[in-house]
């Protein structure tokens, strides 16, 4: 069964930039789709970005253009590269790998967005 950890999080100032990673362990990673959600306080989680095994990727309305979600199959990583970051980007930030007969999710990475 896959494990994912993720890292990257921290206090980044309105548009700032930060990188969250999503390392991967336990299974053949090139073959899961992985996706970065985020739950705010008192709010629902939501997708924020995915990428299929093939490299197709979606992303939620409220980052297009500003979110880019990526892979390394080789590093067993997926990567978050957030630009232009607003206040309402602040919340935990989860990455899950999926498969149709397997998932996992991570412990979650705190993105803070604050002046």
């Known amino acids: 069964q896959v494990q994912v950890v993720e890292s990257g999080g921290g206090l980044v100032q309105p548009g700032g930039s930060l990188r969250l990673s999503c390392a991967a362990s336990?299974?053949?990673?090139?073959?899961?789709?992985m996706g970065w959600y985020r739950q705010a306080p008192g709010k629902q989680r939501e997708l924020v970005a995915s990428i299929s095994p093939g490299d197709s990727t979606n992303y939620a309305d409220s980052v297009k253009g500003r979110f880019t979600i990526s892979r390394d199959n080789a590093k067993n990583t997926a990567y978050l590269q957030m630009n232009s970051l607003k206040f309402e980007d602040t919340a935990v930030y989860y990455c899950k790998a999926s498969t149709s007969f397997d998932s996992s999710w991570g412990q979650g990475t705190q993105v803070t967005v604050s002046s």
């Open positions: 336990g299974s053949i990673f090139s073959i899961y789709a």
